[in-house]
């Protein structure tokens, strides 16, 4: 697979930085009732999508590293306690309606909800971490904080398209339901 990052960023952040003229009604009419924008590129350029979004992104907006937080996220509860959970739970671990606060995707919401507080937009990076974890970006855009929210939230996801399905690390097709998509 060759890198098309040269060909293509400039066409998809030029689309980025018109949504996010839209004001939050407008982004909702157009999300099908969500508020977030799910900007779709080639999973071979990720890292280059993510360093020209730290450059392009300035300002109110802050960037959410998943595959950051996860690791933050075993750490606080400790990679004795984490492996337990995992051994009893599996996959509910990542996201459980037995045990929801103590969840990955609850992590998530919660760095979401202080991002908000704090009147900024979170940008989610490295995307990909979430592949296995019972819940998806969907789970995330249609959560009540997100939904809720006057800013839009922004997902970086490395994908494929092939024809109108967006294919998340060419396994599972991505929900577009709750989304502004940018491809």
């Not at 309606?97 to 908000?116: C, G, M, T, V």
């Not at 959560?143 to 800013?151: E, K, L, Q, T």
């Amino acid at each position: 697979m060759n890198s098309t990052f040269q060909i293509e960023h400039n066409r998809l952040f030029n689309e980025l930085k018109e949504a996010l003229k839209y004001d939050i009604a407008k982004i909702t009419g157009k999300a099908n009732g969500g508020r977030s924008i799910l900007f779709v590129y080639p999973p071979i350029d990720d890292d280059a999508y993510i360093a020209k979004a730290h450059e392009e992104l300035q300002g109110n907006y802050v960037f959410l590293d998943i595959r950051s937080l996860f690791t933050k996220f075993i750490s606080e509860m400790g990679i004795n306690t984490f492996k337990k959970n995992y051994n009893n739970f599996g996959s509910e671990v990542f996201s459980s309606d037995n045990f929801p606060e103590e969840s990955f995707l609850h992590a998530i919401i919660q760095k979401l909800k202080s991002i908000y507080n704090d009147g900024n937009i979170p940008v989610l990076t490295h995307t990909g971490a979430l592949y296995g974890m019972n819940f998806s970006n969907i789970n995330i855009m249609e959560h009540p904080i997100v939904i809720g929210a006057s800013v839009p939230l922004m997902v970086f996801y490395p994908a494929t398209i092939d024809k109108d399905n967006i294919n998340f690390l060419d396994k599972q097709i991505a929900s577009k339901y709750r989304c502004i998509v940018i491809k």
